[in-house]
């Protein structure tokens, strides 16, 4: 369901948190699987690919692979379920490696009617007269992090963050992320059974969080 008042600028991320080897995550491995087009991979700008790290963009995606940790990132307009579809070919080529975490996440900036709007959403959700007021002279909000615990019977949890933007004057940055935890696992099955099964239902999480967020901020004009 789209949003009803979309960002301005949206990006979004998949992580995964485990055993990786950072070197076979190469341009051309993509390619030889199939995974990406040989001319995306032979046009890929390559940051750094070693037996530590491997990092390089294509035109609709970033990677960045550590020894414990694998994040795919989209560019520009999200290919949101491009950004899915490439995660789970992925690994269900690379079935062996660990995986214990998932991270699915959303980065949203958003504009707001004017400064007035987004100070006064900032005074509302952390209140600066008893605490602040006191000690700092004009005290704003810088960033305020809320989690949830989940209700799917998966460990982890669901985190959203609200700040001023960075990309937007005057505007809203809302991220929210949803984390997925099985400390037990040896292998990338149950990550690619969480993202094949709960995408939708991480995609309206994402929407109903920045729905009620931005409504309210909106709201305060």
Same mark, same amino acid.
Request: proline fraction near 5%; charged fraction near 25%; hydrophobic fraction near 40%.
């Given at each position: 369901?789209?949003?009803?008042?979309?960002?301005?600028?949206?990006?979004?991320?998949?992580?995964?948190?485990?055993?990786?080897?950072?070197?076979?995550?190469?341009?051309?491995?993509?390619?030889?699987?199939?995974?990406?087009?040989?001319?995306?991979?032979?046009?890929?700008?390559?940051?750094?690919?070693?037996?530590?790290?491997?990092?390089?963009?294509?035109?609709?995606?970033? +990677?960045? @692979?550590?020894?414990? =940790?694998?994040?795919? /990132?989209?560019?520009?307009?999200? %290919?949101?379920?491009?950004?899915?579809?490439?995660?789970?070919?992925?690994?269900?080529?690379?079935?062996?490696?660990?995986?214990?975490?998932?991270?699915?996440?959303?980065?949203?900036?958003?504009?707001?009617?004017?400064?007035?709007?987004?100070?006064?959403?900032?005074?509302?959700?952390?209140?600066?007269?008893?605490?602040?007021?006191?000690?700092?002279?004009?005290?704003?909000?810088?960033? +305020?992090? @809320?989690?949830?615990? =989940?209700?799917?019977? /998966?460990?982890?949890?669901?985190? %959203?963050?609200?700040?001023?933007?960075?990309?937007?004057?005057?505007?809203?940055?809302?991220?929210?992320?949803?984390?997925?935890?099985?400390?037990?696992?040896?292998?990338?099955?149950?990550?690619?059974?969480?993202?094949?099964?709960?995408?939708?239902?991480?995609?309206?999480?994402?929407?109903?969080?920045?729905?009620?967020?931005?409504?309210?901020?909106?709201?305060?004009?």
């Amino acid at each position: 369901m789209p949003e009803t008042r979309p960002p301005e600028h949206d990006q979004v991320s998949i992580v995964f948190v485990g055993s990786f080897n950072p070197k076979i995550y190469q341009p051309a491995w993509f390619a030889a699987q199939g995974l990406i087009r040989q001319e995306e991979a032979t046009e890929a700008q390559i940051d750094v690919i070693s037996n530590e790290i491997c990092v390089f963009e294509t035109s609709w995606f970033r +990677l960045e @692979v550590f020894n414990e =940790r694998w994040a795919l /990132f989209s560019r520009a307009t999200p %290919a949101i379920e491009l950004l899915r579809d490439l995660a789970l070919a992925t690994f269900e080529s690379l079935r062996h490696s660990p995986v214990t975490r998932i991270g699915l996440n959303a980065y949203g900036h958003y504009s707001m009617p004017n400064r007035e709007t987004l100070d006064k959403f900032g005074h509302t959700v952390a209140p600066k007269e008893e605490f602040w007021l006191p000690v700092l002279e004009d005290p704003r909000l810088l960033t +305020l992090t @809320v989690v949830g615990q =989940r209700t799917d019977g /998966f460990n982890g949890g669901v985190r %959203a963050k609200v700040e001023p933007s960075a990309r937007v004057d005057d505007g809203l940055y809302v991220e929210v992320n949803d984390e997925y935890v099985n400390d037990s696992s040896d292998s990338a099955d149950w990550a690619i059974k969480v993202v094949s099964e709960e995408w939708e239902n991480h995609r309206d999480r994402v929407t109903s969080i920045r729905e009620n967020v931005v409504s309210k901020a909106w709201g305060m004009r």
